[in-house]
């Protein structure tokens, strides 16, 4: 059942979905559809082009290729994402991964058309004992839960 899809928007650019590189590799790599130019202090939302199809109990946590802050000066803004299940096919943007980006440089940063710049690990989360759910819909993304 869990399985990445690329975004209808975007299904004319042929993009490959993620897969992982070794046998052992944790994360799938999640790589930029466009050319994104950030400049010192900006935060800038970078499109991949897919969404993520999982298990009700899944999540699936996107964080930073280790080389993104040594070697371009760019680390994501919230630090790890945290992709629920039901954000899957939503409303507003039909689960559309973007990796909010943000540069610590003094110097403009850009990224290229298919780099690769964070990676996925699909989890199993846990609740707890008295786990009591809201009524609360989901609109989209980044804080959209209750709003």
Do not use: C
Not at 71 to 76: F, Y
Not at 103 to 112: G, W, Y
């Amino acid at each position: 059942m869990r399985k990445f899809e690329v975004v209808t928007a975007y299904k004319h650019l042929n993009i490959q979905v993620p897969k992982r590189a070794t046998e052992s590799s944790a994360g799938y790599d999640l790589a930029s559809i466009e050319e994104v130019m950030i400049k010192p202090g900006e935060i800038k939302l970078i499109p991949t082009g897919l969404k993520a199809k999982m298990a009700p109990s899944e999540a699936l946590f996107v964080f930073p290729r280790s080389s993104l802050a040594i070697k371009k000066g760019l680390m994501m803004s919230n630090s790890v994402g945290v992709i629920d299940a039901d954000y899957y096919n939503n409303k507003d943007n039909e689960g559309h991964i973007m990796i909010p980006i943000i540069n610590i440089k003094q110097e403009t940063v850009t990224i290229l058309i298919g780099e690769r710049i964070a990676q996925g690990i699909f989890m199993n989360y846990l609740k707890t004992e008295d786990d009591l759910v809201g009524n609360v819909s989901r609109l989209g993304g980044f804080g959209s839960s209750g709003h």
